[in-house]
């Protein structure tokens, strides 16, 4: 069983940033994928971006690149999302994901934080 534990979030500027962090309580961090989605009322989890464990490989969605990173560090057992650049459409429910397998679908994550809002105003 992973738990998942975020942080961060809030209400910030267009244009501003904001880091999301997401800490696992499991002695194998590393062999998990880790990711993140949002998700708007009414709306399906929408992908953000996924990371591997040993951090090669990295996957962000089209709507995000450029703007957002995905990091982690396995010694702390945390992944991070660290956006700039945002914008009013990026306000949403940001959740964070683990599995064994890179995966832009939400189904394919075992394992979910509790969500934290971040909220960009125009």
């Known amino acids: 069983q992973v738990q998942l534990v975020q942080s961060g979030g809030g209400l910030v500027q267009a244009g501003g940033s904001l880091r999301l962090s997401c800490t696992a309580s499991?002695?194998?961090?590393?062999?998990?994928?880790m990711g993140w989605f949002r998700q708007d009322p009414g709306k399906e989890r929408e992908f953000v971006a996924a990371?591997?464990?040993?951090?090669?490989?990295?996957l962000y969605a089209d709507s995000v690149k450029g703007r957002f990173t995905i990091f982690r560090d396995n010694d702390k057992s945390t992944v991070y999302l660290q956006m700039n650049s945002l914008k009013p459409e990026d306000t949403s429910l940001y959740y964070c994901?683990?599995?064994?397998?890179?995966?832009?679908?939400?189904?394919?994550?075992?394992?979910w934080g509790q969500g934290t809002q971040v909220t960009v105003s125009s």
């Open positions: 994901a683990a599995d064994r397998t890179m995966s832009r679908a939400s189904l394919e994550y075992d394992y």
């Open positions: 990371i591997s464990g040993n951090r090669v490989s990295t």
């Open positions: 499991v002695r194998t961090f590393s062999r998990y994928v």
